[in-house]
T-cell receptor, first 118, second 114 residues
């Protein structure tokens, strides 16, 4: 069975500082994808960053980067220069790979509530 | 271009009734997935449709069903509602099953069963 664990239910960070959210996962698949989604109070899930398991290079999207440790099955998200608009729930998700990419049945962690303080 | 549209935004139903939720994917997207989000269970996958066919199904009772139309719009139906069905129902669309670009989510339908 595939599982995703986020061990930090809540975190806070001062504006402009850096914060790291943790995620560990378990899967027996060789081909899989990992995602971080952000859910602000508006409820819409917004894709922050994705990582293909077969790529060793860590994904980066502007202020967001990941530390992907495949052997340890760890996938942490680093947010640099935190902004007030980063306040949201953050979900780590695992997708099983198929020929074209991940399948639609994503497995989500329980989430980390991040508060950015002015 | 327009995002994923879910209607209605809010819904209140009585136990035992049935409900239908609608999801219009991004234009050109052919895959639609549905998720249930509750405080206790988190986000759980319901099912995925592609080209009017159910491609994947989560571990939910048969009271939960869905379908997809030729224009890729999707509906999910819950029959004989229970109090535990109160949740945020999210749908997500993608160009196709397995697209590595990820899935674009809608803002969800908040269902309250009383």
């Amino acid at each position: 069975a595939q599982t995703v664990t986020q061990s930090q239910p809540e975190m806070s960070v001062q504006e402009a500082e850096t914060v790291t959210l943790s995620c560990t996962y378990d899967t027996s698949e060789n081909n899989y994808y990992l995602f971080w989604y952000k859910q602000p109070p508006s409820r819409q899930m917004i894709l922050v960053i994705r990582q293909e398991a077969y790529k060793q290079q860590n994904a980066t999207e502007n202020r967001f980067s990941v530390n992907f440790q495949k052997a340890a099955k760890s996938f942490s998200l680093k947010i640099s220069d935190s902004q007030l608009g980063d306040t949201a729930m953050y979900f780590c998700a695992l997708g099983r790979g198929s020929r074209g990419g991940s399948q639609g049945n994503l497995i989500f962690g329980k989430g980390t509530k991040l508060s950015v303080k002015p | 271009k327009a995002g994923v549209t879910q209607t209605p935004r809010y819904l209140i139903k009585t136990r035992g009734q049935q409900v239908t939720l609608s999801c219009s994917p991004i234009s050109g997207h052919r895959s639609v997935s549905w998720y249930q989000q509750t405080p206790g269970q988190g986000l759980q996958f319901l099912f995925e449709y592609f080209s009017e066919t159910q491609r994947n199904k989560g571990n939910f009772p048969g009271r939960f069903s869905g379908r997809q139309f030729s224009n890729s719009r999707s509906e999910m139906n819950v029959s004989t509602l229970e109090l535990g069905d109160s949740a945020l129902y999210l749908c997500a669309s993608s160009l196709e099953v397995g697209r590595t670009g990820g899935y674009t989510f809608g803002s969800g339908t908040r269902l309250t069963v009383v």
